[in-house]
């Protein structure tokens, strides 16, 4: 009992502990046996002085080590060692269920571009830092195909088609959706756009 108060305290053990009746303290240093549950915050939990009170009323070293005995010898190890808990998690990611590939697919709605992802059969992502490096390679063909009829350039797309029919090596790209959804969202906010078609 007096290990009990020094644990929880005078408060506590007068509020909670010093009315249990026998089975009830046996089944309390039973739970207390198998370990405390604890909850701390990320970054601001227990500190070292903390960590050291408990285990000094654990009636354990404050370094959390203890001397292990090798099985084979009986003989105890040079050094202590840290005996506890740790979990360990496996990252799972396999080639197989990473390979995907597409042809033609479903496209959004509203940007009309591929979806995402290979749960949706969906194209890779070709993004702001990847035009750049096509810019520096000058491959502006290639950048011109991406952003347009490999993406969401509508009619463009179907003018590729034709043009495969027809064995023929090149197409005219048209206008992405992606402009004219910039178009409606600058509407939405009182700003009209119009293409002027006129040459200088």
């Known amino acids: 009992l007096a290990r009990l108060r020094d644990v929880y305290g005078e408060e506590v053990y007068g509020q909670q502990i010093a009315h249990l009746n026998t089975d009830q303290l046996v089944e309390l240093c039973e739970n207390l046996r198998k370990g ?7 970054f601001d939990g227990a500190r070292m002085s903390d960590i050291e009170g408990m ?6 070293d404050t370094s959390g080590q203890m001397i292990l005995t090798d099985g084979r010898t009986g003989e105890p190890f040079e050094r202590k060692v840290t005996v506890g808990y740790i979990y360990m998690l496996k990252l799972h990611h396999l080639v197989d269920d ?8 479903p496209y959004s709605l509203v940007t009309q571009q591929p979806l995402g992802g290979k749960a949706q059969f969906g194209g890779q992502r070709f993004g702001e830092m990847e035009v750049w490096a096509l810019e520096a390679y000058g491959s502006a063909y290639t950048l011109q195909e991406m ?28 206008i992405p959706e992606s402009f ?6 600058l509407k939405s906010l009182g700003l009209n756009v119009d293409l002027d078609n006129r040459t200088a």
Do not use: M
Not at 98 to 105: D, L, N, T, V, Y
């Open 36 to 42: 405390i549950p604890i909850a701390t915050p990320v």
């Open 147 to 174: 952003l347009t009829v490999k993406s969401d350039d509508v009619s463009g797309r179907t003018k590729v088609y034709e043009a495969i029919v027809r064995e023929q090596d090149s197409f005219e790209a048209g």
């Open 55 to 60: 285990l000094t009323r654990a009636g354990l």
């Open 180 to 185: 004219n959804v910039l178009v409606k969202e």
């Open 98 to 105: 990473k390979i995907h590939a597409r042809s033609i697919g």
